[in-house]
């Protein structure tokens, strides 16, 4: 678990310096990291706080993936709202993770999330005693 952590952190630091070195950025300062996503998303990017969330879990099961996906993924997003204003998966961030990254732009992930599913919550029906 601890050098899942310090593999996704040095990745993160990794990803600004291609940032940097592409974009000529050199104010951007790096985000915090934090692993603190549940349930069946992989990771996110909170622009106010320029800090990006990472799911531990399916990070552990699927490392190569984080590192080489993921990551990127969090830090276009980033890039995108510090660079060009915009948020979300629109055409400047498919930019970037395509001409920063060399990756393909993928929105969502197709890891493997049945054993990080959340909890299942009973269902009840309410019947009304009315006349």
Wanted: hydrophobic content about 35%.
């Amino acid at each position: 678990m601890q050098n899942t952590k310090v593999l996704i952190e040095a990745r993160v630091l990794e990803c600004m310096e291609i940032v940097r070195n592409k974009f000529k950025l050199t104010t951007f300062e790096n985000p915090s990291v934090h692993f603190d996503v549940i349930g069946t998303t992989g990771g996110l990017a909170t622009y106010a706080s320029n800090s990006v969330h990472f799911n531990l879990k399916l990070a552990e099961a699927n490392l190569e993936h984080y590192l080489v996906q993921v990551v990127p993924h969090e830090i276009a997003h980033l890039v995108d709202f510090v660079k060009y204003g915009n948020r979300g998966h629109k055409r400047t961030w498919k930019h970037i993770m395509i001409y920063v990254f060399g990756l393909k732009p993928d929105r969502c992930h197709d890891m493997d999330t049945s054993a990080v599913k959340t909890k299942k919550y009973d269902t009840y029906i309410y019947l009304c005693k009315c006349p």
